[in-house]
């Protein structure tokens, strides 16, 4: 019920921009979180926007670097990437969940609903 797309190999401090889309329910009223998860760690959180859109959350290791963001015409939440690094490698999920986004919320057992992930790659 959730795709996400944007994915791919880019180079270090490069951009990319992720997008998840939804189709059967609309984005807006739940909140959105993006997640990744590399092979053999534990999937962790990268960001999240509520339902209402005047709360945004990311981790300190991303802030600064992406900004999350939905469009709610066009059902959709995107993640801008920005300064790449080969760290932020992984497969990226968007989730939606019925709790606020928030640093305690930002968790993905609060989340109901997944995507099949996009691969993002940072490499030279």
């Known amino acids: 019920q959730l795709v996400e797309s944007g994915g791919g190999l880019v180079q270090p401090g490069g951009s990319l921009r992720l997008s998840c889309a939804a189709s059967?329910?609309?984005?807006?009223?739940?909140?959105i979180g993006w997640f990744r998860q590399v092979p053999g760690k534990e999937r962790e959180a990268v960001s999240c926007?509520?339902?209402?859109?005047?709360?945004?959350y990311s981790v300190d290791s991303v802030k600064g670097r992406f900004a999350i963001s939905r469009d709610n015409a066009k059902n959709t939440v995107s993640l801008q990437m920005n300064s790449l690094k080969p760290e932020d490698t992984g497969v990226y999920y968007c989730?939606?969940?019925?709790?606020?986004?928030?640093?305690?919320?930002?968790?993905?057992?609060?989340?109901?609903?997944w995507g099949q992930g996009t691969q993002v790659t940072v490499s030279s």
């Open positions: 059967r329910f609309t984005l807006d009223y739940w909140a």
């Open positions: 926007i509520s339902n209402s859109n005047d709360i945004t």
């Open positions: 989730a939606a969940s019925s709790a606020d986004c928030s640093r305690e919320t930002l968790r993905d057992d609060n989340y109901d609903y």
